[in-house]
Every structure is written in C-alpha cells, then in structure tokens.
C-alpha cells in the first residue's frame, strides 16, 4: 500500500508507533504534534488520509475537522481516547470518516487505514459507474462520477469522500427507499458499525445541498424504511419528512 499519510497526535512515542506501521506498509507518514501544524502542511500537500487526533493543544481535532474539509476530501481517522457517544458523532457529524478508540492495536489500525484508502481510491472504478452516464443531474446540481464531484452551475460543492459516496449511493438508486443498514453495508463495506453514522451523513447532506433541511427536496425520510433520492423535488402535499 503505497501512499502519503498525515498523523496529527501530540503524544510523541504514538505517533512515531503509527508512523513506523504505516511505513511498513510503504507508507510515507508526516508526523505534526498540533492542529496547526497539520492543517499547514494539508495545505500544501496532497494526502492519501489524515489519523486525527482529536485531544490536542491548541486547536481540537474538531476545529481541525472543521477546517480541513474546506481544504481537502482525504479520508479521515479519528483515533482517540474519548468513547463518548456524543464526541464520535460529532467527529462523524465534522467530516471523519471512522474513528478507533485508545489502546488500539497498531494492526487493525493499518487495516482501517488500507481500507479508507482503497475505498477513495476505487470510487471511479466502480463497475456501476462504468455503464452508467458519468454524471446524474438534479435540480441545479450535477453529480459527476469521473471526477467524483458535486457542482452546482459552475460551482464545486465540497464534499467529503464519504459524503460523495453516500449521496452517489442514493442517487443510483433513485425512487427507491434505502433502509441504514443497506446504506452502510455499500458505503462503508461493513455489515457491522454504528448506524448513526448514516443520519450524520445524509444531514450533513443536506445543508450543503437542499434549500431548506428540515424539509429537504432531494433526500427524503420514508419512516420505517430509510432514506429516498428523489431527483425531482416532490409535488405539494407528496414527499416524507426530514428527519
């Protein structure tokens, strides 16, 4: 697994641990101990993902969550000490992809991080997209699956990698009510996980793309069933809700 990869984590003898399992792999890892520090550096280089701590000095790892997915769609693993309920979603909730919690082992960290990085990577050779038209237009949007982004007119929308796959996700399956599982087992290639993650997305969704979110147009709550794409925004009295 070849590849660039951001630690953000102030604790030394951690990163340096992360750092040489990662090169093991063939890996080349930048090590920052502040938020700062690696939000600079984001800046100025390309990264296959970022391992995010979320305790920091400073600036937190949500502030740097914040800020970076202005910058950046690199996938995004939160490792930290904190199991709170509320504090990994909220690192869901400002763009991490997936998050471990301390003690970890170094192994199953390097797995996570293959799998991240293989799912960005892949998102254009899905066989789906390879028979399908390269991009699905709604509203004033355009979603387009060679370039793995959402534009509005001649605007890009920013997405994270995930929140694209999500919305993709849907998208093809148009009509269609979609229940959390089924959306987690295709986007997170995982029968197993916290379901919650998928509220955090589709919300997440449509702030950036539905002109009202608590009565969005576009992605639809069919309670007890899931979520619905819907290309065209529904006539008066049809659609379901927002939650």
């Known amino acids: 697994m070849q590849g660039y990869a ?3 984590e102030d604790v030394k003898e951690m990163a340096d641990l992360i750092s040489l399992f990662l090169e093991k792999e063939g890996m080349v890892a930048d090590a920052r101990e502040s938020a700062e520090e690696g939000l600079e550096l984001l800046k100025q280089k390309p990264y296959d993902i970022v391992i995010l701590d979320l305790n920091l000095p400073g600036m937190d790892g949500f502030e740097f969550l914040g800020e ?6 690199c996938p995004v693993l939160v490792v930290t ?3 709170a309920d509320e504090d990994l979603i909220a690192g869901l909730g400002q763009g991490a992809d997936e998050y471990m919690t301390k003690p970890f082992s170094p192994r199953v960290l390097v797995a996570r991080v293959r799998a991240l990085v293989r799912r960005s990577r892949g998102a254009a050779d899905r066989g789906e997209a390879e028979r399908a038209p390269s991009a699905i237009r709604f509203g004033p949007y355009e979603l387009d699956r060679s370039a793995l982004v959402l534009r509005k007119g001649r605007d ?6 995930k929140e694209f796959a999500v919305l993709l996700f849907l998208a093809e399956n148009a009509g ?4 959390p599982q089924t959306i987690y087992d295709a986007v997170w290639k995982s029968k197993y996980g916290d379901l919650t993650a998928v509220a955090v ?3 997440r969704l449509r702030k950036k793309i539905e002109a009202d979110p608590s009565a969005p147009d576009y992605l639809l709550t069919d309670y007890g069933r899931g979520y619905r794409f819907e290309p065209e925004p529904p006539r008066e009295g049809e659609g379901a809700g927002g939650a």
């Open 6 to 8: 951001l630690i953000i």
């Open 68 to 73: 970076a997915r202005k910058i950046s769609d």
């Open 81 to 83: 000490a904190r199991d």
């Open 156 to 161: 890009i929308v920013p997405l994270s990698g």
């Open 176 to 179: 269609s009510p979609q229940s």
């Open 201 to 203: 997305y589709v919300q």
